[in-house]
Nanobody
Framework: QVQLVESGGGLVQPGGSLRLSCAASGFFSISAVMRWYRQTPGKEREWVAS??????THAASVKGRFTISRDNAKNTVYLQMNSLKPEDTAVYYCNALDGGTSNWGQGTQVTVSS
């Protein structure tokens, strides 16, 4: 069983930056595909970015502003978020897809407001 714990969320002004972290513990393969999603009340969960041994991809809405990365030695995935906008406000979730099994973290709130 993989456990995922997100951190790094908070309140930031428009144009600011935050870095989210997702620490994985338990049985975890470095070949796992790691993904970030976000969700606002009343809306479906939205994919933000993915990273695997093949590389990384980002949603069009965040491309050029957000960057996903991972540190395999620390079993941690990051989401660097720059030039934040009010519409980036959401709960951000980390997901690990490993051998057909999908695990989710509890989420971390990001609020972009002046």
């Amino acid at each position: 069983q993989v456990q995922l714990v997100e951190s790094g969320g908070g309140l930031v002004q428009p144009g600011g930056s935050l870095r989210l972290s997702c620490a994985a513990s338990g049985f975890f393969s470095i070949s796992a595909v790691m993904r970030w999603y976000r969700q606002t009340p009343g809306k479906e969960r939205e994919w933000v970015a993915s990273i695997s041994s093949a590389g990384s991809t980002h949603a069009a809405s965040v491309k050029g502003r957000f960057t996903i990365s991972r540190d395999n030695a620390k079993n941690t995935v990051y989401l660097q978020m720059n030039s934040l906008k009010p519409e980036d406000t959401a709960v951000y979730y980390c997901n690990a897809l490993d051998g057909g099994t999908s695990n989710w973290g509890q989420g971390t709130q990001v609020t972009v407001s002046s």
